[in-house]
């Protein structure tokens, strides 16, 4: 059973440095979707690596291929796992990103209730992500991006007019 806020409150509760990326921070953002699994770009400093594999312990995590998890020695793009709170995925370095590093810059702190504010990707940098996969079943999801930017763009305008006035 997915449950996003054991596997954030987990990661928080250890001091895990990583922005949220992937389907749940879209649905974060407005774009409708359903998902069953949290993605994650943690920061692959020697300061984090035990925080991470400290909540990888919390969580019962594994692999899901069954091979064993050594977080200073991945080469893998995208290491899948299995937990008592769901999938999570951690992803080093997505595409059309440069990792942690390039997504916590635009990244913002978004409220999710219990007392969790994750570091969310900005819509731009999902986008971006998105994008780079290249895959035609996604070109609604992006479309639905690309909008909810174009929004919150006229919005912030709207907004700095009504202060002009």
């Excluded at 977080?71 to 370095?93: F, H, K, M």
């Excluded at 570091?119 to 992006?142: C, F, K, N, W, Y």
């Amino acid at each position: 059973m997915f449950d996003p806020y054991a596997l954030l409150a987990t990661l928080d509760a250890r001091r895990v440095n990583f922005v949220v990326i992937g389907a749940l921070a879209r649905v974060i953002r407005g774009s409708g979707e359903i998902t069953e699994g949290l993605d994650i770009t943690p920061s692959w400093r020697d300061d984090n690596l035990p925080r991470i594999a400290k909540a990888l312990v919390d969580l019962d995590a594994h692999r899901k291929d069954g091979q064993p998890l050594d977080l200073a020695a991945l080469t893998e793009p995208i290491v899948a796992l299995d937990t008592r709170a769901g999938e999570l995925q951690l992803i080093p370095q997505p595409a059309g990103s440069r990792g942690y590093d390039d997504l916590r810059r635009a990244a913002s702190r978004e409220p999710l209730g219990q007392g969790l504010r994750p570091q969310v990707a900005s819509p731009g940098d999902l986008a971006r992500m998105l994008g780079a996969l290249e895959r035609e079943h996604d070109i609604p999801t992006l479309l639905r991006l690309r909008r909810l930017i174009e929004l919150d763009r006229e919005r912030s305008r709207t907004r700095g007019l009504s202060i002009e006035r």
